[in-house]
């Protein structure tokens, strides 16, 4: 659905996803601006939240963390689903069905992967006011940088031995 909303292919969006994904500016740019038309924010480290925040503008009314905050977590912290289950001592398909907010999940085994997040450095922040339910990633605090669509193949030919 992104990938049509946006004018990209699958795999395209399968690639920023990936780890250590090259995006230009321009494409950058294309998925901040499509976030933040869907209500998203990124919000850089400050005093009060040490780390970077992706927040939703609006609050929904939710009384427990979304599923989709959970996906954006493992996202942010580079992990497949299969790592993150085989990390948090879950099943692959436990996590996808957090992920998707099937009611079938225990409220216990919830809260057994927010404490997992929590321990890896990310904070769900509750809706205040207004703002909707948020995500605070601790370990990472530098500014994002866009890299070059071709860097990941510029470090593989530095990092290959000389034939």
């Given at each position: 659905?992104?990938?049509?909303?946006?004018?990209?292919?699958?795999?395209?969006?399968?690639?920023?996803?990936?780890?250590?994904?090259?995006?230009?500016?321009?494409r950058q740019?294309?998925?901040?601006?499509?976030?933040?038309?869907?209500?998203?924010?990124?919000?850089?480290?400050?005093?009060?939240?040490?780390?970077?925040?992706?927040?939703?503008?609006f609050n929904?009314?939710?009384?427990?963390?979304?599923?989709?905050?959970?996906?954006?977590?493992?996202?942010?912290?580079?992990?497949?689903?299969?790592?993150?289950?085989?990390?948090?001592?879950?099943?692959?398909?436990?996590?996808?069905?957090?992920?998707?907010?099937?009611?079938?999940?225990?409220?216990?085994?919830?809260?057994?992967?927010?404490?997992?997040?929590?321990?890896?450095?990310?904070?769900?922040?509750?809706?205040?006011?207004?703002?909707?339910?948020?995500?605070?990633?601790?370990?990472?605090?530098?500014?994002?940088?866009?890299?070059?669509?071709?860097?990941?193949?510029?470090?593989?030919?530095?990092?290959?031995?000389?034939?």
């Open positions: 659905m992104l990938a049509s909303e946006l004018g990209l292919t699958t795999r395209a969006i399968q690639r920023v996803e990936a780890t250590n994904p090259s995006l230009s500016l321009e740019s294309l998925f901040v601006e499509y976030y933040r038309k869907q209500g998203i924010v990124f919000l850089s480290p400050e005093a009060e939240r040490f780390g970077w925040t992706v927040a939703e503008c929904r009314g939710e009384l427990r963390e979304p599923a989709r905050l959970f996906r954006a977590a493992r996202i942010g912290l580079d992990l497949s689903q299969q790592k993150l289950g085989s990390d948090a001592d879950l099943g692959t398909m436990t996590i996808r069905r957090i992920e998707s907010d099937k009611e079938t999940v225990e409220p216990e085994t919830r809260q057994f992967l927010i404490d997992f997040l929590t321990s890896k450095g990310v904070h769900f922040v509750p809706p205040a006011g207004m703002m909707g339910w948020a995500i605070c990633f601790a370990g990472i605090i530098d500014e994002p940088r866009a890299r070059h669509p071709r860097l990941s193949v510029q470090q593989r030919k530095r990092e290959e031995p000389a034939r």
